[in-house]
């Protein structure tokens, strides 16, 4: 009788990518880490996935997580010290996940100073239940104040199923766009893995990322099914991690 030994795939080489630029790592502010412990937690598991620099992105968004730059570097610098404490070696560095919304448009109004990655790419997300009035006036607000607008995870505003159309609207504004890794998989819901498939063929990703919130998410970014997406992603050439590490 033949005996089949099961494979164990290694899981996604995310060293390919070197930077994560979206994430929700600060302890305490957000809908991501609750605490310092937790924020160790995560970072360590990220280095340990083969990513060498980490771009923490709380969210800015209305009364919800009314974040500032100050609140933001004070939360940076607690987990900074937390990791030197701890002897562990990590290159963190903070920017800001922006919601496009009526306080953004005061921002936009006012020409409030804004987080940036790579002090260029302003990360910015909008509704995803429905349409955002006045998007497109708000982002090209935006790129004359100078920002590079990066769209993050633009496969879940599934409503854009049925106006795929838009997409192509927002990437002839000048706009990027990041993925969110774990929409390679069924994370998200079937919807999202379809768009994130349409998004993929179109060479439309300029970025990805992990949007890490906690540790379930950490432990499914190990799922070995989500190499054959990268890979697929890498080929194109198009993607632009790793420029983020000079």
Do not use: W
């Not at 004070?74 to 009526?102: I, P, S």
């Not at 004359?144 to 504004?173: C, F, S, T």
């Amino acid at each position: 009788m033949l005996i089949f030994k099961k494979r164990h795939h290694p899981p996604p080489d995310y060293s390919l990518l070197g930077t994560d630029l979206h994430s929700h790592l600060l302890p305490g502010i957000d809908d991501g880490a609750p605490d310092l412990e937790t924020s160790l937690s995560l970072i360590q598991g990220l280095r340990e996935l083969g990513f060498e620099r980490l771009i923490t992105t709380p969210h800015v968004m209305g009364n919800m997580y009314p974040n500032t730059p100050e609140i933001i570097s004070d939360r940076l610098c607690a987990v900074q010290t937390g990791l030197a404490e701890t002897g562990a070696a990590a290159d963190l560095q903070a920017a800001a996940e922006y919601f496009l919304d009526d306080q953004m448009a005061d921002y936009v109004q006012d020409s409030k100073p804004m987080l940036t990655i790579s002090g260029k790419y302003l990360l910015c997300e909008f509704s995803m239940m429905s349409p955002t009035m006045g998007l497109k006036e708000m982002i090209f607000q935006l790129q004359m104040q100078g920002y590079q607008i990066l769209l993050a995870h633009p496969e879940r505003y599934v409503y854009l199923e049925l106006n795929k159309g838009h997409y192509d609207e927002l990437k002839a504004m000048g706009c990027l766009f990041q993925l969110n890794l774990l929409s390679l998989g069924s994370y998200y819901g079937k919807t999202v893995q379809s768009l994130t498939q349409y998004l993929i063929k179109k060479q439309y990703y300029d970025f990805a990322a992990t949007d890490l919130h906690n540790v379930r998410q950490l432990e499914l970014l190990q799922d070995p099914k989500l190499g054959e997406g990268l890979k697929r992603l890498m080929d194109s050439g198009r993607i632009r991690n790793r420029e983020l590490m000079s």
